[in-house]
Nanobody, 119 residues
Framework: QVQLVESGGGLVQAGESLRLSCAAS????????LAWYRQAPGKQRELVAK???????NYHPSVKGRFTISRDNAKNTVYLQMHSLKPEDTGIYFC?????????????WGQGTQVTVSS
């Protein structure tokens, strides 16, 4: 079993920055995909950014140019650097990881970290 633990959330004002971290309890080098999702109150969870083991990163259109996802395999950590935050970025941010194995692979979720952006 793999544990993903997010940190770095908080309350900020519009225009400010935050960096979220997601630490894994085991090596992430075997993970096909690492990603950040968010869920705003009353809304469905949506993909914010993902970074594959190989290939290009992918972003939700609303965060392109403001957010950057990165991974440090040596530290077993994935990051989400967020700049120019907007009130609509408010939500619970979840870390997600997927790795191959078994019949269909394994998916893991963190417990989430709250990001609140005030106007």
């Amino acid at each position: 079993q793999v544990q993903l633990v997010e940190s770095g959330g908080g309350l900020v004002q519009a225009g400010e920055s935050l960096r979220l971290s997601c630490a894994a309890s085991r090596s992430i080098s075997s993970f096909n995909v690492l990603a950040w999702y968010r869920q705003a109150p009353g809304k469905q969870r949506e993909l914010v950014a993902k970074i594959p083991n190989r290939g290009l990163t992918n972003y939700h259109p609303s965060v392109k140019g403001r957010f950057t996802i990165s991974r440090d395999n040596a530290k077993n950590t994935v990051y989400l650097q967020m700049h120019s935050l907007k009130p609509e970025d408010t939500g619970i941010y979840f870390c997600f990881g997927a790795r191959p194995g078994g019949l269909g692979g394994y998916d893991y979720w963190g417990q989430g970290t709250q990001v609140t952006v005030s106007s």
